[in-house]
């Protein structure tokens, strides 16, 4: 069983930026694809970005391409998300993913592991 856990939420004006980090506990993080994911209230769960293993590889939502930096480091099981240029429409409960094996593709459903979540809210 893996276990992740965000940190890194909170309150930023629009335009600000902020960093999401996601641990994970074990030292198989390796063989795992991470993505980050996200739900606002009264929405669905949506995809936001995702690594594969070696970080060749990144994947985004059309709507963070350009402000979102999804990147990871094996050596600390930890994989990040940097945001950038931030709008109210960005508010949500940010959620971190992995993927045994993954590609890094967009299907919620086939991440076997979750954290619990952060909150970023983007208010003036």
């Known amino acids: 069983q893996v276990q992740l856990q965000e940190s890194g939420g909170g309150l930023v004006q629009p335009g600000g930026s902020l960093r999401l980090s996601c641990t994970a506990s074990?030292?198989?993080?390796?063989?795992?694809?991470m993505a980050w994911f996200r739900q606002a209230p009264g929405k669905e769960r949506e995809f936001v970005a995702a690594?594969?293993?070696?970080?060749?590889?990144?994947n985004y939502k059309d709507s963070v391409k350009g402000r979102f930096t999804i990147s990871r480091d094996n050596a600390k099981n930890t994989v990040y998300l940097q945001m950038n240029s931030l709008k109210p429409e960005d508010t949500a409960v940010y959620y971190c993913?992995?993927?045994?094996?993954?590609?890094?593709?967009?299907?919620?459903?086939?991440?076997?592991?979750w954290g619990q979540g952060t909150q970023v809210t983007v208010s003036s």
């Open positions: 993913a992995a993927d045994l094996y993954g590609l890094g593709i967009e299907d919620s459903s086939k991440y076997e592991h």
């Open positions: 074990r030292r198989t993080f390796i063989s795992y694809a």
């Open positions: 690594i594969i293993w070696s970080g060749s590889t990144t």
